[in-house]
């Protein structure tokens, strides 16, 4: 596993522990998954990273009743289904690239 794919990975796992502690009201675990995630973000740079960061954050904003923010923070994650499905996920990467899109003939 290299760096980047660990790193991701790291991202995923603290994401998941924000939503699972958001959904259960643990709020003061949530924030510290988030702070790590904020920092590990800051550190890496890497756009997966902050997307799981946003995800992880509108998970919370959920729990807490927040909802425009929520939408805000779980709509900005691109590989998130949100908001056209009631279940938002951490960002995974994909695995293979989508294919590019063709122009439509007119």
């Avoid at 675990?29 to 990273?49: M, P, Y």
């Avoid at 929520?70 to 294919?99: F, G, Q, V, Y």
Wanted: hydrophobic share 30%; with cysteine.
């Amino acid at each position: 596993m290299s760096g980047a794919d660990r790193g991701g990975a790291l991202a995923q796992v603290l994401c998941e522990e924000t939503r699972v502690a958001a959904q259960h009201n643990h709020q003061e675990t949530a924030e510290q998954a988030i702070t790590k995630l904020a920092e590990f973000a800051a550190q890496s740079g890497d756009l997966l990273v902050g997307d799981n960061y946003e995800t992880a954050r509108g998970y919370l904003l959920l729990s807490q009743n927040d909802l425009a923010n929520a939408a805000d923070e779980l709509s900005a994650n691109r590989t998130s289904p949100w908001p056209s499905s009631n279940s938002p996920s951490c960002s995974k990467s994909p695995a293979t690239p989508p294919a590019p899109r063709r122009p439509s003939p007119n």
